[in-house]
């Protein structure tokens, strides 16, 4: 039966194709553009479609909760005891960036520097025109406009929202204190648009917003991205090598439950807002063949997909934690007592 492939990423021109769909996930838009290329890729050699719905994060960990999909998606890592007293397994897919997007006439991509702490103070609404003395006294020689300041967010649950104020958390104790980290940010100002792609269109229409994307999304768009400055001191670019710097750094092989983040690390060339993402699936599978059909799929994107995940900046995860996940499915997702998937 030919279903209908989507991805809700409207600003990638991820259009809508008619495959075979035999296997079904939901949530996060970070990882969905190479999430799409992998599963062109994939139904072509093996055959077997995938229905990815990018509904966000919180879309993403509500579906497979309630066992609509075959696997959620989701950028914000479940904690060991959810993920306990929801029966369920996590596992990282790919490393990316999030990266603070504009709208300012006359500035070029990396020409504004800002801190984390001036971010969080511009998400706060505490700093509201773009010429401000916080903001010119980072940028000196750079033709600061006199707009005022537009902030744009996530609108729906969001992973990405997650990460990004995690970060601004660590950063800035007023928007710790007054704001603080989650999927469903309560934004003290601002505009909301769903899914990367929506925040990355609202940033589009209007001159003097500042919005927040995963890299993918800036740069299939062309936006102008601000330089952050990392727990070095340095301003990296924000680049597959950056990003990846973040990742060597992590502890990989030490986090229970997979749970990872990495935020502010501390390599000199690291991208402070880096991020992994995640797959959701049952650790007991009511239909066996279907939750080797999800572990067969990554078991592949691990194999073959990491040319396709760098050509959209995204960066692999290292060789031995694949090959330590990989491990972990054949004791972490079974049916009656045997494991769904045995990789090789």
Same mark, same amino acid.
């Given at each position: 039966? @030919? ?58 960990? =509500?579906?497979? =909760? ?41 500035? @070029? ?84 648009? =769903? ?94 063949? =279907?939750?080797?059909?999800?572990? @067969? ?48």
């Amino acid at each position: 039966m @030919k279903k209908l492939f989507f991805v809700g990423v409207g600003g990638l021109a991820l259009a809508t194709t008619a495959v075979g769909a035999d296997i079904s996930g939901a949530g996060a838009t970070f990882p969905a553009p190479v999430y799409v290329k992998w599963a062109e890729a994939y139904k072509a050699q093996s055959g077997t479609g995938l229905n990815y719905q990018a509904i966000g994060s919180g879309g993403g960990i =509500k579906q497979i =909760k309630a066992k609509t999909v075959d696997f959620g998606a989701s950028d914000k890592p479940l904690k060991p005891e959810e993920l306990s007293a929801s029966g369920l397994y996590q596992f990282p897919t790919v490393v990316g960036g999030i990266v603070p997007v504009m709208n300012l006439p006359g500035i @070029k991509p990396g020409q504004v520097h800002l801190t984390g702490e001036l971010l969080a103070d511009i998400f706060l609404g505490k700093v509201t025109r773009w010429n401000a003395p916080e903001i010119a006294a980072l940028n000196k020689g750079v033709p600061l406009p006199n707009l005022p300041i537009t902030v744009v967010h996530r609108s729906d649950g969001s992973g990405t929202s997650f990460v990004f104020t995690t970060f601004l958390s660590m950063k800035n104790a007023d928007w710790a204190n007054k704001v603080g980290a989650s999927d469903s940010v309560q934004w003290p100002t601002g505009l909301g648009g =769903k899914g990367n792609d929506g925040v990355a269109a609202f940033v589009k229409q209007t001159a003097g917003s500042i919005g927040y994307v995963e890299y993918a999304y800036a740069k299939q768009n062309n936006a102008t991205y601000a330089l952050v400055q990392n727990k070095a001191g340095k301003w990296p670019l924000p680049t597959a090598p950056s990003f990846g710097a973040a990742a060597a750094s992590a502890n990989w092989l030490r986090s229970p439950g997979n749970y990872v983040m990495l935020l502010d690390q501390p390599a000199a060339a690291a991208w402070p807002i880096s991020s992994t993402t995640f797959i959701l699936v049952y650790r007991e599978q009511g239909d066996a063949a =279907k939750g080797a059909e999800v572990l @067969k799929f990554f078991d592949w994107a691990y194999k073959k997909g990491d040319a396709l995940a760098a050509s959209l900046d995204y960066v692999p995860l290292p060789a031995n934690v694949k090959t330590l996940l990989e491990k972990q499915w054949a004791k972490s997702v079974m049916a009656d007592g045997k494991p769904v998937f045995v990789a090789k």
